[in-house]
């Protein structure tokens, strides 16, 4: 019975750990999501290209400036007035393609989106199977209140909670629940990076305000991950 209990606290402590992050985790990448979704919109217009009307105005002006006969007192142009022309009514011309801070921008930004969406994905299938661990499994609030029946359910139960265990271990599943926040870090790196190239692009100013917050995130974020494998009193500890 006392080794039954164990086992009970130690995968009840875990399904419980696990829960909690992931709840976490799911509500980040919810507004996580949301915000790059509206910097995506955005963003993913100008990849288009976009027919300019005005250069198709000016092209149909030279077109008709060059075909221009005179013959006094009249002055003809033979090719026809605008939106009569097949280039007119075929529509005006693409725009430029995007530039390369463009291409970089856009491909960091849905990267990031689909990283915490993959992120929120995950997290769903692992809440599902810790349901799954959980499901037939007597709680504190179902034990019985017969000491003999509960005796015969705990060794019952402690049974079925070990085999689940050993499967949870077998297949790593804890390695796909430390999965959850490194896709999400890995969508705010990338994120950021976009926001830098943005920046860059618009003014140096600006650009350089950021990039030094940034940069602070980013030694901080490091030093806690590194820190604890030289210093085992250091209490910046994490999955990761």
Not at 38 to 54: E, G, K, M, T, W
Not at 186 to 202: C, E, P, Q, T, Y
Request: glycine share 4%; charged share 10%.
């Amino acid at each position: 019975a006392e080794l039954a209990g164990t086992v009970k606290t130690y995968t009840d402590e875990m399904i419980e750990r696990w829960n909690s992050e992931i709840d976490t985790y799911l509500v980040y990448a919810g507004l996580f999501s949301a915000i790059v979704t509206a910097f995506n919109v955005q963003s993913y217009l100008v990849l288009q290209q976009q027919p300019d009307p005005i250069l198709a105005a000016i092209q149909q002006i030279s077109l008709q400036l060059s075909s221009l006969a005179i013959h006094p007192p009249y002055i003809n142009s033979t090719q026809p007035a605008f939106g009569s022309s097949d280039a007119a009514r075929a529509g005006p011309a693409p725009g430029p393609p995007p530039d390369a801070t463009t291409v970089a921008i856009n491909t960091l930004w849905f990267s990031s989106l689909v990283l915490s969406l993959s992120s929120a994905s995950v997290g769903i299938m692992v809440k599902q199977w810790i349901n799954e661990f959980k499901s037939g499994l007597p709680s504190d609030k179902t034990a019985p209140a017969s000491g003999g029946s509960r005796k015969g359910e705990t060794l019952e139960s402690a049974r079925l909670r070990q085999y689940r265990l050993n499967n949870l271990e077998k297949w790593r599943v804890h390695l796909v629940v430390l999965a959850i926040p490194v896709l999400l870090q890995l969508a705010l790196a990338f994120f950021l990076a976009g926001l830098l190239v943005l920046v860059w692009s618009l003014h140096p100013t600006v650009a350089a305000v950021t990039t030094s917050f940034v940069s602070l995130l980013a030694i901080f974020t490091l030093g806690s991950m590194l820190l604890p494998a030289f210093k085992q009193s250091c209490a910046y500890l994490s999955p990761q």
